[in-house]
């Protein structure tokens, strides 16, 4: 019977099931979280006037300010009337093959640090998601729900991640056999991939080998956006939370690939194939990651993005090569557009515990747009502190119109 287990093309589209029409976006205010730090702390001291806010380089009026904890509002100036719903839905994403502890701890944290009556809360595993409502989270004692969700993000991992690392396995296999590995108890014994015979199938066999790694990974530029549009203007504050581990692709030593590029230097097509696959052999870049970044921030959502790092495993007769630097650079990239976190970490509960710190304290700016004009395009917004050097971070802009972006 064929295995079913599998990693999903896009853990992201999941979500989709779980969010209803979102409303259009309103003709009025333009809302900005806004985060002023000063060396790591939150700069809780500033007023309306302290800020500039910018839309397209032109210097707009500040419609209202609320400093925000949690759902709580500290302090407000209104010159405008303005009533933000401050209840939060934080979405955690997993997209890993391997277990990690410190993924339970994350998971924890926010139940028993961060989730408030009013919050929700949605878990997407690498084989479906999983929602709590407010009246769900209000029925059962939150410590007994952290474990239960635990339970389940360990147990979906572990089956959903099956593929992956079934085909890692095989390819290492496959490359331990190409580089003339003789002495592994795996390698393939069936096909002398010292010939020129064998050495075809293998070559043949490690394609298909990315091929399938590639569509287990994939990322679609069209599920990344709806996920985006599920989440722009419906009520509250949605903080996004997308947890990736880092990808390695075994490949043969640089010795063993001279040796063999040498071994066959009048054969082109094997020699072609070994310098695809071993040399030239990279990820086809086919996201859009502006177009991407301008549908998160248009989404008002916070994303942060945890890149779980982890050292590459020692294969004798093959080396490691990183295989995920499009997604960090894609994610980060949404992050910073969205005023999220991007961060590399062995420890993604630490890392969950400092971009989670987002959704405690933030300003709430509103401005109206001088240029009322909708006319579909995206609209740059920036926002500065007058005293003091302090970074600040918010979202990149918005679209002026309700429809989404064309892909």
């Given amino acids: ?50 800020f500039e806010i910018y839309e397209d380089g032109a210097l707009q009026t500040p419609a209202s300010l609320h400093l925000v904890r949690e759902q709580n509002i500290l302090r407000q100036e209104v010159r405008q009337a303005a009533s933000p719903d401050l209840h939060r839905h934080f979405y955690l994403l997993f997209q890993t093959t391997d277990w990690n502890a410190r993924l339970g701890e994350a998971v924890d944290h926010l139940f028993s640090s961060l989730l408030l009556p009013g919050d929700a809360m949605t878990l997407v595993t690498p084989m479906k998601p999983y929602s709590l409502t407010p009246d769900a989270m209000a029925r059962r004692p939150m410590a007994a729900l952290s474990k239960e969700m635990q339970q389940i993000l360990r147990r979906d991992i572990q089956q959903g991640g099956g593929d992956y690392r079934d085909t890692l396995r095989e390819l290492r296999r496959v490359v331990r056999a190409i580089g003339g590995d003789r002495h592994s108890p795996d390698t393939d014994m069936e096909t002398d991939s ?29 599920r990344l956006i709806d996920f985006a549009e599920s989440l722009r203007g419906r009520p509250g504050r949605n903080f996004v939370v997308f947890f990736y581990q880092r990808e390695f692709r075994p490949e043969i030593s640089a010795t063993a690939l001279n040796a063999l590029m040498d071994m066959y230097q009048d054969t082109p097509n094997i020699r072609g194939d070994l310098q695809d696959l071993f040399q030239f052999y990279h990820r086809r870049a086919t996201l859009d990651e502006d177009l991407i970044r301008k549908a998160f921030a248009d989404a008002a959502m916070t994303f942060s993005f945890i890149f779980m790092n982890k ?50 304290s933030y300003y709430l700016l509103t401005y109206v747009p001088g240029n009322p004009e909708r006319d579909g395009r995206f609209r740059e917004i920036e926002v500065r502190v007058k005293r003091g050097d302090f970074p600040v971070s918010c979202r990149a802009g918005y679209y002026a119109k309700g429809s989404r972006p064309i892909s």
């Fill in 1 to 50: 019977m064929k295995s079913k287990r599998s990693v999903p093309l896009s853990l992201l589209v999941l979500v989709l099931a779980l969010a209803g029409p979102s409303p259009a976006q309103s003709n009025a205010a333009v809302e900005v979280l806004v985060w002023v730090h000063d060396q790591g702390r939150f700069v809780d001291g500033l007023a309306l006037d302290d």
């Fill in 194 to 222: 010292g010939t020129t015979f064998g050495l075809e199938m293998q070559l043949e066999r490690y394609k298909e080998g990315l091929r399938k790694l590639e569509n287990m990974r994939l990322l679609d530029q069209r």
């Fill in 311 to 360: 050292e590459a495993q020692y294969i004798q007769g093959a080396t490691m090569k990183e295989q995920s630097e499009d997604v960090f650079k894609l994610f980060s990239a949404v992050a910073r557009a969205t005023g999220g976190l991007p961060d590399t970490s062995q420890n993604p509960a630490a890392s969950f515990r400092t971009a989670a710190e987002a959704s405690r």
